[in-house]
């Protein structure tokens, strides 16, 4: 990465400097890491500002149903994947959420695979493409990508309840129960959580309106009337987390 290769010159000129004044290769090493260390925060934060500054222009465009335009906007940041470590995986999750959210799956999917597996951004994006897994009978491709999203985000309610409903819809309730059981143990104040659990182990059937608009924007069932479609609220919110 191009911060990377900076914060190196810049710490060897700072060592060059010290051999130049007279000082053993031994004492140049102090400097030469401080120079390294603040170069490169420096440099994270300056790209890191640019990167701020282009989702937030892209979030008025998303918040105003412009999503095609706020997309394109994200995308302009992928120039910056070359100057810093980990940009790239968050851009590609928050490119493809909304890629997924205007249905377009054949362009999401890519930027879902490349998304990270670390935080609120990941687990989301991990969860949409474990949906399209699940749409295209893919069941273990599916449970890789819930395991990788509830992994993410363990407070994740929509994760965990879409790997539940997939499970018993593919027929598996068994490995519902535990994906449930799992999900309660991580939120056990959850009460959606739990009752799910319980109409599972009942031998019911799962309702899924509780869990509101998020649920329905996976697009695995039909939104009743009275919660509009999936693209209602305004739209998903950028997340981009500086380094």
Known sequence: MINLALSLLI????????????????????????????????????????????????????????????????????????????????????????????????????????????????????????????QAKAESAMRTAFEQAVAANKKDVIAWAAYGWCLEKLGRRDDAIKVFARAVEANPTEERLKNSLTALRNGKKLKMKGYGLEWYQLFLERPPMDLGGPGAGGGRKVVFQRR
């Open 11 to 134: 710490a060897a000129l700072v060592a060059g400097v010290f051999l130049v004044a007279g000082f053993s290769i031994w004492a140049c090493l102090l400097p030469a890491l401080i120079a390294f260390l603040v170069a490169n925060i420096l440099l994270a934060r300056r790209v890191g500002k640019k990167i701020q500054a282009i989702a937030a222009e892209a979030q008025k465009e998303i918040m105003a149903q412009r999503f095609d335009k706020g997309i394109k906007l994200l995308e302009s940041a992928f120039a910056y994947t070359r100057w810093q470590f980990f940009i790239a995986s968050e851009l590609n999750a928050n490119v493809g959420v909304l890629q997924f959210m205007t249905k377009n799956f054949t362009a999401a999917r890519p930027h879902l695979e490349k998304s990270g597996l670390r935080g609120a951004s990941a687990a989301r994006a991990r969860t949409m493409l474990a949906a399209l897994d699940y």
